[in-house]
Every structure is written in structure tokens, then in C-alpha cells.
């Protein structure tokens, strides 16, 4: 079996080892990658910086695809010689590793340009996940940063720095920003986007020095400006790592040669990537890496054929809010442009023609139809009869006719080189029907996104049951989906409401937003957050349920349905003394006193002396119970120690909705169970743990989460799912929505079946929200607010 040894470990490597695999070859493969880590989207590291995404979800090929295909991987290890004679390289850790077949993946390095100081503490370049951490963690509110380089990197570098807080400001050489794929025009429009964020641009300048004592204190232009700086990024371009490909005697210009085979001048030394140049061209954007990996991988088994003729390059700018594309030579000598702009809307779209063909396009504000304009100009089609609709194409009377066009090996997402015959067989023969599904099994649309919308209608023309998925943002002040928002708080720590309306919204937030942040904030920071009691609804605030006359509603805890003849006393007192409009027996084995004013609200829970039943609020309304083994003759488990117990570990917590429980001690399900957002049945040898039923407007039977042996576990099961719902849910989603959104399968993978480590993180998370999770009843003592207990002013009195 042939040695194949990869230098390298990032994504057009792996991508090159992944078209490998695919040809079933005869190789031991050794990869050797100096970061310590798997093989991740390096496109997505500006998410991650900006708080959109975690690290893990960057990832490509996790620790078990290098196992399964039997990978020798060496983490950390960088190759540091190249003996070309003896077919060995070296290790910096001193290992010698021989080989057959050497494939060199090395990449490029960022380029330092001759300014003084950069060497000093505080400087960072932004290539990798461990460059990514250490500028979020340098990073925050009050932190002055200053990105040198107004290119794709830098704005997107500027754009997460300074949601993580920091005020920001590019400076950059050039007249435009990203010069190379902008004209003058563009990167005007692009700046006023910038300035509008909040980052100040500052262009044409030229940077002489950082400047400060052992750290980083600002950074001087050639103007004699001095800007503050607490760090500094510098993104002004990459050059090709080329060292190991001189040490094994390969033709290097740039980069490293390679014909249209990708051959080099060595027959056992092979190259593909940002360290590659083909026909002059050095790339640097992933696209066309991939498609040299695929025609390396071709040449390395044997199966030679394909050819990389190069690539029309293409550029998209990866900040939330702010679309710019850019593809081709969209400068106008020997060119007709074509024009669109709308000031006001913040939209320029210009594309160069060539004798009747598009050379060119640039598109700022709306990037719609940019896969449009790549297929034109990879298929170089002659657009003479579409001269009237190159912006606004007229309405299609086939509207799947654009895919129907596309050829089986065109390519879709460029990001990973998914092209549409892949995207087919994913539909046919592992029955994808939906984006989410079509992205965990080709992984198309997980970078740049600019493919979503081609995704979309090759899943509406070949997917049988397709199925829209629409994210729906939170509301117009904060214009995010929930799961985007909850990544955001959690990567950068937000921990008030007002903060993310300050960073992400409009400064403002309303009855809809602002209910749901607070709930996010309770929930992820199990209490620790800074509560903004005008973010809650006044049920919330003075912790009874307003009735339509302005008085209250007040409804104790009453564990399981069971209470005592002292409680019972006690709440009879409490009616008389108050004059309770009504004493109610509910649905939900409670006591309800209607008809509370306001200012008698602590008084009456001083009175009563039980804790809240949070009747007015998105938490743990009841454990609902039958009598099990204590009384019943059909009893199997002991329903009522069982409900009890739960409704002790998840009283006082706020969820996403109100949850109604119940435990039973038998099939004959006395209690509804089944119709509960959480149910336990009792059954002969242990428990059926449900989830997600429903008896409202809709009646729907809980799903089947676990059959356990024993009480214990069954709490456990219940737990898991509780905390799962907190942690998943959108804000307002009841149990039995989101258990059909996700499907049961999703959801038992994700809690009782999950890895111990994640069991145990859903538990411990739980835990610490309930220690800080107080009876809300207590603020009667102690109100947090001194109008909080003062009575409601009818409107009409003040008139």
C-alpha cells in the first residue's frame, strides 16, 4: 500500500483527501497539521469572531472521519524539512515520516508590511480559530481596535470586533474598500454601510507605526494622526507558504507551479491550494481550491483526465446586514457597463460586458441574483437577447426552469464544491427533503450562504416532500432568528437586554422582543444577568395574572393536587380577610382567589405563607396526579411522591411557555399524562416518560421519550427534556410544537441518548438555574421597585 503524506490540514487539503477516499485508492494516508485542531471552515471564522456561530459548529471533519478512514493524524506537529531522496519529511517534533506520495496543502501566511512595531503585544493577525479566540477574548465594551486593511478580511474582522463591543476603526492604504473587487462607486457604498454600523473608515491612509510600551497603545498614519488602540489587526493580504515546496525541489514562483493536471515539476510531490500557482494566478478564495482538489485527486489515483483550466473568481462579503458580491474582470476597458443604483435603498449593481458576454459583475445591497450571474459567466453564454433584463429579469413562466438549465456538474456552493448532480443524489437517495437536512448531508449553504437560494429550488423542483423552512427573526428591533440570538448572547457574554437591543437592534426593543430576551437572558445565564424588570410583562412584575378589572388572580403552589387541612384553613382566611371575589377549584388541582387588588397582593402572600404557583407567568404551572400505589387498587408506581418531586425541581423556573405536567400511577392515566407537556406513566416493571401533548385548542398525544425502571430515572428523563425545551425552544413555542418541529428522533438524540457529557451538562445547567431561582412571592417583603404594589390609576379618572 502507497504512502500518501498531506502537509497540512486545513480545508482544500482535506477537501483534495476527500476526492481521495472517493476513488477508493491504495493509500496509508498521514496528515500533519500544525494547529491543534480538526480540520474547520476557515469562511466562518469571522462568524465566530462576530458571536454568529461557535467553534464546533465550524467544523468539518470531526476527530472520528480521521479514524474511520483509518487517517493517521498528527495534531500539532508542523513539518518542518522535506528530504526529497529519501521521500521523508521531519517533524518539529522530531519524527521522520517517509512517504510515496507527498501532497503539500501548506497555505498561505498573512503579510506584515513594513510598519514599525508590530511586534508589540496587542497585534493580531486573523487566520485561524486560535487567532479567532484570542481577539475575542482581548475583546469587549471599551476596547479601541484598529484593522490595517480595508479588504474582505478586515471589514469582516472590523465587523466582529466590534459587535463583541470595541470601537473600531479601518484604516486602509487605497482610495475604495476592497479595491480588488470594488470600483470607486462600490466602496463608496460599501463605506456608508460600514460608517453605518458603527465603524469608522478611514481610507487612503497610510500606517508608519504601532506605537506603545511593551503593549499596544495606538497606531500612527503618515498624516501624524495617532490613533487609540488597544489592538490592532492587520489584514493586508496573504502570501503562499512555499518554504517545504524549495526543500523538496519542486518549481516555485509565487507559488508553488502546477500545470493543468495539477502536476508540479516533482512526480511524487504534489500541491494543491492557497500555496499553488496555476497559470500565474495565486488563489485565495476556496472555490477554486476545491476545484483543484478535485482535478488533483483525479491525477493522485491514477484516474487522469480532468483539468484545471482556472477559475472565475468570485468574492462574498460575510457580514449580517451588509451584501456585497463581486465575480469576474468588472473593470470597463474594452467593456459596456450596465448600471443600477438607488441611493436611498443603499443598492449598486454594475455589470461588464464583453462582446455580447459578461465579463463582470458587482453587486452592493442586494446580492440576489448573483448565482444568475456566475452561471453566465462560467458558461460564457451570449446575452444579446437578454440585453433588457441583465438587473431585472421579467417574471419566469417555468419557474424551475433555471435549475432544469444548470448542468448535473455544475457547481452550487463553491464554499465546499457541491455541485447540483450532488445536491440530486442527496434528494433521491438519502431522502432530503428540507435546507437544514440538505446542509448536515453535503454541508452546501453552510459558508457564505450566497448559495441558500439555488439550494432552495433545486429542493423545490427534485424534492418530493419538500418542506419551506423559513427562520423567522424575533421582530423588526432585533432582526435575528431566536437560535442566532441565543449563539450571540452566549459567545459574548451579553448579559442585559438593553446591551443586545444597543449592539443588535434599535436601541429600543418592544412588547415582543423584549419579553424574549429577558427570558434568553434567564436561560442562559441561570440567573446571573442583569434583570430589566420593563422587559417583563406586568403579570411578571408583580408575579399575579391581571384579570379584566385590573385586580389579580393569586394561585399558591399545591404539589401533586395534594394540600392539608392547615393550607386549606389558611386560604380560607385568606378569602375572608381580602374579601376574595372568588374562591375557584381549577382544571389543574389548585386553589384560585380571584379578584385581588393590587396593593393587597403581599399581604396576601405573607398570609398564606405557600410558595407561588407562577399561574401568571411562561414557567412550571402544575404536576397533576392521581392517588398511584398510596390508595388506588390499579396503582403500579407511587404517582403522588413522583409528581411531587418534580414539581419541587422545576418550580420557579421560567420557560418559553407555561408547562402543565402530570404523573399517573397506572395505563389508565387518571391525571392526562399523555396530553401534558411532560407526563409520567406508571406502568408494571417502571415508568413511560412522554413529551409534547396537548388538550388545549388542539388535542395531541405526548410522544415516547424514554421507558425507564425507576423513579430516579424517570425524573432524570424529565430533566433532560425540561432543561432541552429551556435551552431549544423559541420563546412562546409550546412543548408539543416544538416536539414536531424537531421530530421525537432529534430530541431522544439529544437527551436520553446523548453522550454522558451532554447529559451532564443539560443536568448541571438545570441545577444551577434552580439554586437561583428564589420564590417570586418573597419581593412582597422586598419589592424591587417602590411603585410595584402601588394600585392601578383607571385611565378615565385622570381625564
Known amino acids: 500500500m502507497k504512502r500518501l503524506v498531506v502537509v497540512g490540514n486545513g480545508m482544500a487539503g482535506m477537501a483534495c483527501v476527500e476526492q481521495i477516499l472517493a476513488y477508493e485508492p491504495r493509500f496509508h494516508i498521514t496528515v500533519f497539521g500544525d494547529e491543534t485542531h480538526v480540520n474547520y471552515n476557515r469562511v466562518l471564522l469571522s462568524s465566530v469572531l462576530a458571536g454568529e456561530k ?204 502546477v500545470n493543468d ?50 477559475t ?22 474594452h467593456a459596456e457597463p450596465v448600471r443600477y443604483e438607488d441611493r436611498a435603498l443603499g443598492i449598486y449593481k454594475k455589470l461588464a460586458l464583453r462582446d455580447g458576454r459578461l465579463a463582470g459583475v458587482i453587486l452592493v445591497g442586494d446580492t440576489s441574483d448573483s448565482h444568475r450571474y456566475m452561471e453566465w459567466l462560467r458558461s460564457g453564454a451570449d446575452l444579446t437577447a437578454e440585453r433588457r433584463h441583465l438587473l431585472f429579469p421579467p417574471p419566469a413562466a417555468d419557474a424551475g426552469l433555471g ?92 448579559r442585559s437586554v438593553q446591551e443586545v437591543l444597543d449592539i443588535y437592534g434599535d436601541g429600543v426593543g418592544c412588547e415582543v422582543c423584549k419579553p424574549a430576551l429577558s427570558y434568553m437572558m434567564d436561560m442562559l445565564w441561570c440567573g446571573d444577568h442583569d434583570e430589566d424588570r420593563s422587559a417583563r410583562f406586568i403579570n411578571d412584575r408583580v408575579h399575579a395574572n391581571i384579570q379584566n378589572d385590573g385586580t389579580f388572580s393569586v394561585v399558591p403552589r399545591i404539589r401533586g393536587g395534594v394540600t392539608s387541612p392547615a393550607e386549606l384553613r389558611r386560604i380560607a382566611d385568606v378569602a375572608e380577610k381580602y374579601q376574595v371575589r372568588m374562591v375557584k377549584i381549577t382544571g389543574s388541582q389548585r386553589i ?75 395505563p389508565r392515566n387518571c391525571a392526562e399524562a399523555t396530553v401534558k407537556d411532560i407526563g409520567l406513566v406508571g406502568v408494571e416493571g417502571g415508568w413511560q416518560v412522554v413529551v409534547g401533548g396537548a388538550a388545549g385548542k388542539g388535542v395531541r398525544k405526548a410522544d415516547l421519550l424514554a421507558t425507564v425502571a425507576t423513579t430516579h430515572e424517570a425524573l432524570e428523563a424529565a430533566e433532560l ?22 421530530g421525537i428522533e432529534k430530541v431522544r438524540k439529544d437527551t436520553v441518548y446523548a453522550p454522558e457529557a451532554v447529559r451532564r451538562g443539560l443536568l448541571d445547567r438545570l441545577r444551577k438555574s434552580k439554586a437561583r431561582a428564589p420564590d417570586a412571592w418573597h419581593e412582597g417583603r422586598d419589592p424591587k421597585h417602590p411603585t410595584q404594589f402601588i394600585p392601578l390609576i383607571p385611565l378615565e379618572t385622570l381625564a
Open 54 to 257: 461557535a467553534a464546533d459548529d465550524i467544523v468539518l471533519h470531526p476527530i472520528d472521519w480521521y479514524r474511520q478512514h483509518q487517517i493517521d493524524l498528527r495534531l500539532g506537529v508542523r513539518v518542518v524539512d522535506v528530504d526529497p531522496e529519501n521521500r521523508t519529511v521531519m517533524g518539529d517534533d522530531g519524527s521522520v515520516t517517509a512517504y510515496d506520495t507527498l501532497l503539500l496543502a501548506t497555505g498561505s501566511s498573512a503579510w506584515m508590511p513594513p510598519i514599525a512595531g508590530l511586534d508589540t503585544d496587542g497585534v493580531f493577525v486573523f487566520r485561524t480559530l486560535n487567532d479567532t479566540r484570542e481577539l475575542t477574548r482581548r475583546s469587549g465594551p471599551g476596547v479601541n481596535a484598529v484593522v490595517i486593511g480595508g479588504g474582505l478580511l478586515g471589514l469582516e474582522a472590523a465587523r466582529g470586533l466590534q459587535v463583541q463591543g470595541c470601537r473600531v476603526t479601518v484604516v486602509h492604504l487605497m482610495a475604495t474598500l476592497m479595491e480588488r473587487q470594488l470600483d470607486a462607486d462600490a466602496g463608496h457604498y460599501l463605506a456608508g454601510k460600514m460608517e453605518d454600523l458603527g465603524i469608522r473608515v478611514r481610507l487612503g491612509c497610510t500606517t508608519t507605526a504601532v506605537v506603545g510600551d511593551g503593549r499596544v497603545e495606538g497606531v500612527a498614519l503618515e498624516d501624524g494622526t495617532v490613533l487609540d488602540a488597544d489592538l490592532v489587526v492587520v489584514a493586508a493580504g496573504i502570501r503562499p507558504n512555499v518554504a517545504l515546496a524549495y526543500k523538496a525541489g519542486v518549481h516555485v514562483n509565487r507559488g508553488v507551479v
Open 261 to 310: 493536471h495539477m502536476d508540479t515539476s516533482s512526480p511524487e510531490v504534489f500541491a494543491v491550494g492557497e500555496c499553488v500557482e496555476h497559470r500565474g494566478v495565486c488563489y485565495g478564495l476556496i472555490a477554486p481550491l476545491i476545484e483543484q482538489g478535485k482535478v488533483l485527486a483525479a491525477t493522485i489515483t491514477g484516474n487522469r483526465g480532468p483539468v484545471y483550466t482556472g
Open 312 to 333: 472565475v473568481q468570485a468574492a462574498t462579503l460575510k457580514i449580517m446586514g451588509v451584501d456585497v458580491f463581486s465575480a469576474g474582470d468588472w473593470s470597463e476597458q
Open 403 to 494: 435549475v432544469a438549465d444548470m448542468a448535473e456538474s455544475a457547481t452550487v456552493c463553491g464554499c465546499v464544491g457541491v455541485t447540483k448532480g450532488a445536491i440530486i443524489a442527496a434528494i433521491h437517495e438519502r431522502g432530503v427533503n428540507t435546507l437544514s437536512q440538505l446542509k448536515e448531508c453535503t454541508r452546501a449553504s453552510t459558508s457564505c450562504g450566497s448559495c441558500t437560494a439555488l439550494c432552495q429550488d433545486l429542493l423545490r423542483a427534485a424534492a418530493p416532500e419538500f418542506e419551506e423552512e423559513q427562520k423567522k427573526v424575533m421582530c423588526a428591533c432585533v432582526p435575528f432568528p431566536e437560535d442566532r440570538l441565543r449563539e450571540i448572547l452566549r459567545s459574548q457574554k451579553l
Open 592 to 666: 384560585d382567589l380571584l379578584g385581588i387588588r393590587k396593593e393587597d397582593l403581599p399581604g396576601v402572600w405573607a398570609d398564606l405563607g405557600m410558595p407561588s404557583g407562577q399561574a401568571y407567568t411562561k414557567g412550571v404551572r402544575m404536576v397533576k396526579t392521581c392517588v398511584g400505589t398510596d390508595f388506588c387498587r390499579f396503582g403500579t408506581q407511587d404517582s403522588i411522591a413522583a409528581g411531587i418531586e418534580m414539581e419541587r425541581r422545576f418550580e420557579q423556573l421560567y420557560t418559553p411557555h407555561k408547562v402543565k405536567m402530570a404523573a399517573v400511577g397506572c
Open 721 to 742: 427534556f425540561f432543561q432541552y425545551y429551556r435551552e431549544s425552544a423559541n420563546y412562546l413555542e409550546r412543548t408539543y410544537d416544538f416536539v414536531e418541529r424537531l
